[in-house]
């Protein structure tokens, strides 16, 4: 009973654990989403701010520093994207996988023109992680809290504000707000740098926390699935957070199903279980979720009418 018991609080601490990153930035992800900015750039922010987040870290000894290098390195990125889409009204989704492409060279030339170790950060040590705080044994650093207090403070800020309000409108009728001498840019500059804001910490957490140091790509992916998980929420804070926490709990069971064998199947392929998150991904995006209605302006640049 008490194996059995030990193994459920694991698996739930894994999950958690594993979900922080991608909880941190679906968070993000709303802000930009529901101002009509899409945010296919999630992944190039997370891993640039994984980036500095390690660097910063490995050099000034303070992973505080690290943090903050890396918000400041995904908030660039968030007004690089914010002046394409805004500013100039590019396409929202080119401007996307172009940062992510950016990301992911800068960081490995970065990487190895500043350490020398092939696109990797020297590994980080005592003051230069974020440690666990109560939990040894479930990696509740303070960016994992951060993460569950995101989602009820996201929820408030969008359905709660005057801010949240004018937000949910420039997503859906900009005119409307404009009309209203609201200013559309500046509205959706604010949801861009929010989202810059909780990808920062997103990555920051990878690096420096459930990770001791960067290396190539590590994101893997884990921006999509946030992105994914978002539009299984139908862009809503709760069930983006459930979404997250399903995609954290197949990682977790990946991780604890590695080397097991199956009694009649044998030994489970390491390569299957690694792709579950993202075989969910392709399922949940392929329509298994029913309707999920985007904001209307989503994507759509807005030129003021003279």
């Known amino acids: 009973m008490d194996d059995l018991v030990s193994l459920v609080f694991l698996t739930l601490a894994a999950t958690l654990r594993v979900a922080t990153p991608l909880v941190l930035c679906a968070m993000g992800g709303l802000f930009s989403e529901k101002s009509g900015i899409i945010d296919v750039g999630l992944e190039g922010k997370m891993l640039m701010a994984a980036f500095f987040a390690a660097a910063t870290s490995a050099v000034t000894g303070s992973a505080w520093a690290g943090v903050a290098a890396a918000i400041v390195a995904a908030e660039v990125m968030a007004l690089l994207h914010g002046f394409a889409c805004i500013t100039h009204r590019g396409n929202q989704v080119v401007s996307g996988v172009a940062i992510n492409i950016i990301a992911a060279g800068l960081t490995v030339v970065w990487g190895t023109a500043w350490f020398n170790r092939g ?9 230069q992680r974020l440690l666990p705080l109560l939990l040894p044994n479930a990696g509740d650093n303070i960016l994992v809290y951060a993460a569950l207090l995101s989602v009820p403070l996201t929820w408030w800020i969008i359905e709660r504000t005057r801010f949240g309000l004018r937000l949910r409108a420039v997503g859906e009728m900009p005119l409307a707000v404009d009309t209203a001498g609201i200013s559309v ?28 140091g960067f290396s190539r790509d590590m994101t893997a992916g ?10 299984f929420g139908k862009w809503r804070p709760f069930p983006a957070f459930g979404a997250c926490l399903i995609f954290g709990l197949l990682d977790a ?5 590695q ?6 199947v044998g030994e489970v ?20 979720i029913g309707r999920a209605v ?4 989503a994507g759509v640049p807005y030129q003021k009418e003279h």
């Open 253 to 257: 069971i990946a991780i604890r199903l």
């Open 222 to 231: 884990q921006g999509f699935i946030a992105l994914a998980a978002i539009i």
């Open 119 to 127: 696109g990797q950060t020297p590994p980080l040590v005592e003051d």
């Open 294 to 297: 985007a904001p209307r302006a």
């Open 185 to 212: 840019p500046w509205l959706r500059y604010r949801a861009v740098l929010l989202c810059g804001l909780f990808a920062g910490l997103a990555g920051a957490y990878l690096s420096i926390a459930q990770n001791a």
């Open 269 to 288: 392929p390491v390569q299957l279980i690694q792709a579950l998150p993202y075989l969910l991904t392709v399922f949940l995006l392929a329509g298994f």
């Open 259 to 264: 080397g097991v064998r199956v009694p009649g």
